[in-house]
């Protein structure tokens, strides 16, 4: 069994040192010990365009802190932030570990409709993580819309998406969300700010987790700061898997970018 606490904060724009404030008091008031904390997309700053003013570097404050607070709370780490790296501008999400050992993923999918691609580099690989015996996959808010992307090739157990999804479009979020864990035969996580950025932008949050069978297994309350800690049973993921192993009717394919 493993134990995954699902932060969902309301996201002040563009300041890094008072939303690393205000998470520190989210994760020390969490009350019990979990393996994997998940914050949103962005978390220190909102989805912003402002890549190139608000870049950090590799190793920088919001890295420092998320090692420091994976040390004291003894768990996993992850969100994704500005990095500025050899020249260019990623959304970059850290899973950051004990021991300031981390992996990152580059969100591949970039929101045109709000100029993403025009402040950001696009990521070319995916990244699988390994946390007690779980195998996830994580991966950033658009990426959520590509099925291809996010297809399970029996390489993980649980899809993880963290984002900065807008209000207009929870209804999509949910459905989305619930089609990944069916398809995939995975458990599929969503984690979402709430607040309204600096554009005008409103978020609702909606943050929550489906199991391989598309059931809901937890929801946050909507409009509302918040925190759920959830557990994942890879005993019963394998179970559904071999009782009901579409896994092995689904069709070859290569990505090609």
């Known amino acids: 069994m493993l134990t995954i606490a699902l ?12 939303n690393l404030d205000s998470c520190t ?31 950090e570097p590799m190793g920088g404050k919001t890295m420092s802190w998320m090692a420091a607070m994976a040390e004291q709370l003894h768990c996993n780490l992850v969100g994704s932030i500005i990095i500025g790296d050899r020249g260019k501008f990623f959304n970059r999400l850290i899973w950051m570990q004990q021991g300031n050992r981390y992996h990152y993923y580059d969100k591949h999918h970039l929101f045109r409709m709000s100029g993403e691609n025009d402040h950001y580099a696009k990521g070319r690989e995916q990244v699988i993580i390994k946390v007690g015996g779980f195998r996830f996959r994580p991966l950033v808010c658009y990426d959520l819309r590509f099925p291809v992307w996010s297809r399970n090739r029996q390489d993980y157990d649980a899809l993880v998406y963290i984002a900065n ?6 209804d999509v979020w949910s459905t989305l969300l619930k089609a990944r864990a069916i398809e995939n035969q995975a458990y599929s996580i969503g984690v979402n700010r709430v607040g309204k950025d600096g554009m005008g932008i409103e978020y609702t949050g909606d943050t929550m987790a489906y199991d391989a069978k598309g059931n809901k297994i937890s929801s946050l309350e909507p409009d509302k700061p918040g925190i759920q800690i959830i557990r994942l049973s890879l005993e019963d993921l394998n179970a559904f898997r071999d009782k009901f192993p579409a896994w092995r009717d689904a069709d070859p394919f290569t990505l090609e970018d």
């Open 7 to 18: 932060i969902q904060p309301d996201i002040i724009w563009e300041n890094v040192d008072a």
């Open 25 to 55: 008091k989210m994760l020390e008031g969490m009350g019990e010990p979990v393996d994997v904390i998940l914050m949103p997309e962005l978390f220190t700053t909102g989805f912003t365009m402002q890549s190139r003013d608000l870049a």
């Open 165 to 170: 999804w807008p209000a207009s479009k929870r």
